[in-house]
């Protein structure tokens, strides 16, 4: 079983409307979360980043992290055709430091 | 922006050549990566180091080797490259505080 799981997508919504994408986790030593956008052929691109339970707003973005239920997710509010890309979730382990990744959700948005 | 850079960009390599892909970071990071990616797949953790005189291998079997005898430089070697090799390679990197994480551009790389 994979350490991270995301859901798996292919998403397809339209413009304006609310995305919500979704990771779990399995280890207890993950304790910082990140969400990065990744377009086609490039690097991935750093969205969002937290370390403690609860909400974290950023524009459009909402990071949620519940440590409890080992659960992360990404709300774009208002979305945007030009949000339509690879969305990763990733987690830094605090004991051995590996940065682990979701396998991605690919987002489209319909004008 | 982040400061992480990869040299080459593109690189198309015959079979059996050895090649060195160049991952460098200017913030000071302690942590640093080496991911692998096929197009439209996720990516795959090969090595990483969490500092110097360090290395790890990941989550997917490599026939690459990796240094860091520099803080800054995280180079990535093969010795032997097959059309296998052909994909993706994306360098990252972390800061000592387990901060967020940052990519380099990338390395497309093609053996034939």
């Known amino acids: 079983q994979k350490e991270v799981e995301q859901d798996p997508g292919p998403l397809s919504v339209p413009e304006g409307a609310i995305v919500s994408l979704n990771c779990t986790y399995s280890n207890s030593a993950f304790q910082y979360f990140m969400w990065y956008r990744q377009y086609s052929r490039k690097g991935p691109e750093l969205l969002m980043y937290t370390y403690s339970s609860g909400n974290k707003e950023d524009g459009r973005f909402t990071a949620q992290v519940d440590k409890s239920s080992k659960y992360i997710s990404l709300f774009i509010r208002d979305s945007q055709p030009s949000d339509s890309a690879t969305y990763l979730c990733a987690m830094i382990s605090y004991n051995d430091y590996k940065l682990s990744f979701g396998a991605g959700t690919t987002v489209t948005v319909r004008a | 922006e982040a400061d992480i850079y990869q040299t080459p960009r593109y690189l198309v390599i015959g079979t059996g050549k050895k090649i060195t892909l160049e991952c460098s970071q200017t913030m000071g990071h302690d942590k640093m990566y080496w991911y692998q990616q096929d197009p439209g797949m996720e990516l795959h953790l090969i090595h990483y180091s969490y500092g110097v005189n360090s290395t790890e291998k990941g989550d997917l079997s490599s026939e690459s080797t990796v240094s860091r005898i520099r803080t800054e430089h995280f180079p990535l070697t093969l010795e032997s490259a097959r059309p296998s090799h052909t994909s993706q390679y994306l360098c990252?990197?972390?800061?000592?505080?387990?901060?967020?994480?940052?990519f380099g551009q990338g390395t497309r790389l093609t053996v034939v």
């Open positions: 990252a990197s972390s800061g000592q505080m387990n901060t967020e994480a940052f």
